[in-house]
């Protein structure tokens, strides 16, 4: 009796301490975090930068990660702590790839060789060299647009943590080598947006992007650029006025390449998210516009979930709740894999026939449609069928909850 009491307690002593670490895909550590720094069984705690730690199933994280996590957690962490953590989180190469068909196991871990992890990005935007932003340069804090302005000029590795709600008159330049992070969750811009053309390397993450009047109109404009991570971001305007009264909140044109777009709330908008820009612009954009589009959250948007003409996209793990018109648009001969979504009220979930002269082609499998699966346009199903990088698609009965609990500002 005696050790059944004690074996008791102590399974309780542990349920208490589970119960109080961070759920899965929740922060867990970063220099300013004073929140708890352990995961959910079966979750370990993975640096993604200087300032974020995220759990992360534990086969994504070596043991040299959790090593150096305690430093990412400390609140004197430096810029090598970080770089340590990311090189030693490059993902093994082997020749495995993704099951081509509807019966995968989502919780297992699909790699293909050339695979390879850039500080905690998943995706395209791992690829090409990877995307470490401003990782060993100076970090500025700013808190007002012409000290962004200032800290921003230059293609030297830099760090801007922005730090509280900086109203914009005018669209700014981000240029290469540069890690945007917002200081805490009510961190951002309002007002207008940023500008990226003819840069590479750049992260934008933990930041508030709202009402983007600039020039372009846009929350984020990227033209001719490589190699960007935006996560952890929430993007929204209103739905008050006309859909072209704003353009879009993540908008990449011109033959911008190597992309991922991570874990944000995106919401309160007609038109979200355009991949290349026009049907007659298949000279400079084919062979371009890799992008993946993972965990993150679409409310209230009217369309281009996104938009996708030419490039290659991967749409995986993403929660799409009351759009009004389409959600994932593959156009004009842009192919993508679009797999263990959550679809919520969303007209038209996948197509690929809207709006273009030319069709594009999609293979989808594991999605969860709800109400809305006859409303899809698929009319080409073939392309691409796996991806070049390490991921993990989570259990798309799971994806709902994760996603909403865990996109935005942390």
Known sequence: MKSFIIITSLFNIASVFA??????????????????TCCSSGYACKPMNQWY????????????????????????????NVNNASNNNKAPTNNASIPQNNNYAPNVQYTTSNASASSGVIGYASMNGGTNGGSGGQT????????????????????????G?????ADVTVNSNTSLIGANKNSGITGAGLKIKNAKNIIIQNLKFSYCLGSNKDCINAQKSTNIWVDHCEFFNDRNHGKDYYDGLIDFTHASDYITISWNYVHDHYKASLIGHSDSNAGEDTGKLHITYHHNYFKNVGSRLPSLRFGTGHVFNNVYENIEASSVNIRMGAKALVEGNVFRN???????????????????RNNDFGSTANSNSITRIDGLTSVPYQYSAENVNNVYNSVVKSAGPQ
């Open 346 to 364: 969303a007209n038209k979930p996948i197509s690929t026939n809207l709006d273009s002269k030319q069709e594009g082609s999609v293979i989808q």
């Open 53 to 80: 730690s995220q759990c992360v199933p534990s086969n994504e994280v070596s043991p040299s990660s959790n090593a150096n996590n305690s430093n990412v957690n400390n609140s004197n962490v430096n810029n090598s």
């Open 19 to 36: 119960a109080n670490c961070a759920s899965p895909f929740g922060q867990c550590g970063g220099s300013t975090w004073n929140g708890v």
């Open 140 to 163: 500025i804090t700013v808190s007002n647009q012409s000290q962004l302005e200032t800290a921003l000029k230059g293609n030297n590795a830099k760090i801007i943590k922005v730090n």
């Open 165 to 169: 709600i900086i109203k914009l008159n």
